[in-house]
């Protein structure tokens, strides 16, 4: 049989006739892209309780929220004959018509999540209108709606969620693992309470022996700094310490927030928050933006901590891209792309040189990167070999008080050094880079990606052996966070203690850190934690850890180099190019960046016309 006749054949001319889809399977293929997981039914049902003009909102869950989930808000209601209407698809009170979706106020607007929701759960809405003194409720059982009947008392509305996918075995099988879905339940209630510092948030687990925990408990802010205390509360972490306030106005588009110190960065985005008029979004070209602002401030493969409320005229975006509203679309991105950038350009001084003040493109040209001079990982060290341990070295590194008068630069160190790939340290400028001359070369080296590098192919090292050095701390470090991070933590505490970070319990919302590795000398321990927390969340297992070490040990290192801003000593600067000449691809940082460049002499006279 040829192909046409297989494809025109009686038999399937049938199967292949258009048909109109039933009610049921319609709502299931819709609840598809509204309810992908236990966290964005919370997002939908949150988001209406503020729409309803909530000051508190209360989210409970069990085992993940597949089994049971609750929102209850003291919103203004819904009226007992708009019940049943709820429940039907594109039913809402938020718009009228199609001018007003270019022109939208409310965080919802579609009127598809409470039947999307109801196709796929067993759901009950029990409300009363703020008008009214009695209380209603219905159901909807997999997409069988009940009628309406009166309910116990309440004040604003109850909604109830069970057995949520239990009528999709395939949408349940590929959910993940309790843990892992009860932390975006909490990432999302989050994520709404950085927009609405002025509503409380409550959050609790709802247990086996059907005791209740508190994950979260957030009270409504009223203060002078109500969003800066709102975020400090959300974030449990030191982000407001290390970060610069951002604000910007023009024509009718306002920036407001706050974003971390170039120093102030991690392995990922996870920490970056865009919300357009109070609406959470993701949008990738409002990262790129940001990032932009940055410059080369940050590396590559590192991430600021940011949070930022815009404010744009309604009529100049669209909301309705997705089901999910976590997409918007800007009429004119570039006017939003600007002044981002001049309000980050403005808080962080980051404005760069004008080009006359640069080196022009045939000067650049010369400049080659360092590792292609040399293979520094064959380089034996002609200077004199010292008998210092590795804390020992650290000390020299990190030491601060008197110099050590036996390594203080002579005549006859300069010559030796000569012979050297990256010679002897002359000077310290700009309070990152080192200047160091060869018997023909200029060298100019970045300290803080040097040493990074050298912490880097240490910490790799010494993990191949079997164990890193763990220093146990004088005064042990709380950090303080969640419960279910807690527990995260707590079941990678192993896995940690290979990395060389001794943590144990202390209490069920903090974790005490006893030791980080030797080799990272003073780096901070709580900050150091958050950051390599990040990283192990992005893996499902343990294996899958381990298998990206490499990138944990890349964020560590950032923690253990010394510093930009670090004003180094002789000893310690010739104690840096030494290490870097041992050190196995110390031409670049662990971010792909070059450590150090240079320049001989011959171009040096070239680029000042001298023959």
Do not use: W
């Amino acid at each position: 049989m040829n192909i046409e006749n297989s494809i025109l054949s009686e038999d399937k001319m049938y199967s292949r006739r258009i048909k109109q889809l039933g009610k049921f399977i319609s709502n299931q293929i819709a609840a598809g892209e509204v309810v992908e997981r236990p966290s964005s039914v919370v997002k939908e049902l949150v988001e209406n309780s503020l729409d309803a003009g909530a000051s508190l909102i209360d989210v409970m869950y069990s085992e993940g929220g597949k089994s049971y989930l609750c929102v209850r808000d003291n919103g203004y209601g819904i009226q007992a004959d708009d019940l049943d209407l709820a429940l039907s698809r594109h039913a809402t009170s938020k718009i009228r018509n199609a001018d007003d979706l270019m022109n939208i106020s409310s965080l919802g607007f579609r009127g598809e999540a409470l039947p999307s929701i109801g196709v796929v759960s067993d759901m009950t809405i029990i409300s009363r209108d703020f008008n009214s003194k009695n209380t209603f409720e219905i159901s909807c059982n997999f997409g069988q709606i009940s009628e309406i009947k009166p309910s116990k008392h309440i004040d604003g509305t109850l909604i109830e969620i069970k057995k949520l996918f239990q009528s999709i075995p395939a949408r349940l099988k590929f959910l993940k693992s309790d843990r892992s879905e009860s932390l975006a339940i909490l990432d999302v209630v989050k994520k709404l309470a950085l927009s609405n510092p002025k509503v409380s948030f409550k959050l609790f687990e709802l247990r086996e022996n059907k005791k209740t925990r508190v994950i979260l408990s957030l009270e409504a802010e009223s203060g002078k700094n109500f969003v800066s205390e709102r975020i400090s509360s959300v974030l449990n972490n030191s982000f407001i310490e290390n970060s610069h306030l951002v604000s910007d106005e023009k024509e009718g588009i306002k920036v407001f927030g706050y974003i971390s110190s170039p120093t102030y960065t991690t392995g990922s985005s996870v920490n970056n928050h865009f919300y357009v008029n109070g609406r959470y979004v993701k949008d990738r070209q409002l990262f790129s933006f940001v990032r932009r602002s940055y410059g080369d401030s940050i590396p590559k493969d590192r991430f600021p901590s940011v949070i930022l409320y815009l404010s744009v005229p309604r009529s100049t975006i669209d909301v309705n891209v997705h089901p999910s509203k976590l997409e918007v679309k800007f009429r004119e991105p570039s006017e939003i792309k600007n002044l981002i950038r001049r309000a980050i350009n403005g808080s962080l001084n980051l404005d760069k040189f004008s080009p006359s003040q640069h080196l022009n493109e045939k000067a650049y040209a010369i400049m080659g990167h360092g590792r292609k001079f040399y293979n520094m990982e064959k380089h034996e060290s002609k200077f004199k070999k010292t008998n210092l341990k590795e804390a020992g070295q650290l000390e020299i590194l990190f030491a601060g008080g008197e110099e050590n008068k036996n390594l203080v630069e002579s005549e006859e160190q300069i010559n030796e050094f000569s012979n050297h790939p990256l010679g002897v340290p002359k000077a310290h400028f700009f309070k990152n880079f080192i200047i160091s001359q060869t018997n023909d070369e200029l060298v100019i080296i970045d300290q803080h990606a040097a040493h990074e590098r050298i912490i880097f192919e240490k910490l790799k090292n010494q993990k191949e052996k079997g164990k890193i050095e763990i220093q146990e701390l004088l005064m042990p470090e709380i950090l303080e966070t969640t419960e279910p991070e807690v527990e995260k933590l707590m079941e990678n505490q192993e896995v940690l203690r290979t990395l060389g970070i001794e943590i144990e319990s202390f209490g069920p919302k903090s974790v005490c850190i006893r030791g980080i590795p030797t080799i990272l000398g003073d780096a901070n321990p709580k900050k150091l934690l958050e950051d390599i927390f990040q990283e192990v969340k992005k893996y499902e297992t343990i294996d899958d850890l381990i298998d990206k070490l490499d990138n944990v040990f890349s964020s560590m290192a950032c923690y253990g180099s010394v510093r930009s801003g670090r004003i180094l000593k002789y000893e310690e600067m010739n104690f840096l190019l030494r290490e870097m000449e041992k050190t196995p691809n110390a031409g670049q940082c662990n971010h792909g960046r070059p450590t150090f460049l240079k320049l001989d002499i011959t171009k040096i006279n070239a680029l000042f016309g001298r023959s």
